[in-house]
């Protein structure tokens, strides 16, 4: 696994050594990263299911300030620790072992907005309109934020969820989507 672009392009981070963690691709990466960014001015960042840690740390290469790594699993934790140190990325970052929704509505009592949310959890074992509801509800979204949804190509997300829209959906391979949220009736647009 490397760091696609940006400030740290190339630098080589570590796995989640098991199975229970489905990394992100680089091709995979790289279109998501060309969607949202492909490069930031600052922002905040909230990686939920974060595994190895890989996409907040492609946002902080980018340019984004900050990013709060969230994840339930033990040996999750300590890769993201260790992609931390080995990038030293200690300053910009806050690490959690927490179920998503404990962490959901922990940042919200801390009164965190975020520019970007990815949700990236097991595929078919989480509830991704239950995630958007959590969000919604603890309004964690800042006005012109997205929510990136990495799932199954075979699953169809809503169009419209709790308060958030639908803007594009991409497929890659036969395995892997994603799909891009923003609050409804916000301006930003593509």
């Known amino acids: 696994m490397r760091v696609i672009s940006g400030k740290y392009k190339g630098r080589q981070i570590k796995p989640v050594p098991h199975k229970l963690t489905r990394p992100t691709t680089d091709k995979v990466k790289e ?3 060309q969607i949202i960014g492909p490069y ?3 922002g905040v960042c909230l990686d939920l299911f974060a595994g190895s840690g890989g996409l907040g740390i492609e946002a902080l290469s980018r340019g984004m300030d900050r990013v709060v790594f969230v994840d339930v699993h033990p040996k999750a934790i300590r890769t993201i620790y260790e992609n931390i140190e080995l990038l030293q990325l200690e300053e910009y970052t806050e690490v959690f072992r927490a ?6 509505k922990g940042a919200a009592k801390r009164g965190l907005l975020f520019d970007y949310i990815f949700l990236d959890p ?3 074992k989480v509830s991704y309109e239950d995630l958007l509801e959590a969000i919604h509800t603890y309004g964690l979204l800042k006005r012109d934020g997205y929510i990136i949804c990495e799932h ?3 699953s169809n997300l ?3 969820l709790h308060g958030f829209e639908q803007i594009q959906t991409e497929i890659y391979g036969s395995t892997t989507a994603v799909s891009l949220y923003i609050e409804e009736g916000s301006t930003t647009s593509e």
């Open 31 to 33: 279109a998501l990263f």
């Open 40 to 42: 930031f001015e600052g």
């Open 99 to 104: 179920d998503a929704f404990r962490a959901i």
């Open 122 to 124: 097991p595929y078919k």
């Open 152 to 154: 199954d190509a075979k």
């Open 158 to 160: 809503p169009r419209v």
